[in-house]
């Protein structure tokens, strides 16, 4: 299981509920990792925001939004490619790139 921290919950598109937008300093559990090729970044869907119709054209949230744990960053990492298996995506500089922050 892998805990992610909100640390930016600003930009909530106008049209997006409130009620499935996160929450600063809360934390949430990662579910799915994807690469969202238009935005050149990486998304999150979380068990407790789960992607619905309401959330259109949205499926998640960017890893940026989060700080997670030093040591689960290789289960991140384990976990997009589950997710990607066909991707030709090289995760660990998509990660540097994206300065994904990481805590003790």
Known sequence: MI???CIDATGKPVLFPVACWVKPDTEYTVT?????????????????????????PYQGFKIERFVFSRKDLQAII???KSC???ADI????LLEEKEVL???
Do not use: H, S, Y
């Open 3 to 5: 805990r992610g921290l």
């Open 78 to 80: 384990e976990l997009f």
């Open 32 to 56: 799915w990792i994807f690469f969202d090729p238009l935005n050149n970044t990486l998304g999150v869907e979380l068990k407790e925001l789960p992607a619905n119709e309401k959330m259109q």
């Open 102 to 104: 990481t805590t003790n």
């Open 90 to 93: 090289n995760i660990e500089e």
């Open 84 to 86: 990607n298996e066909a």
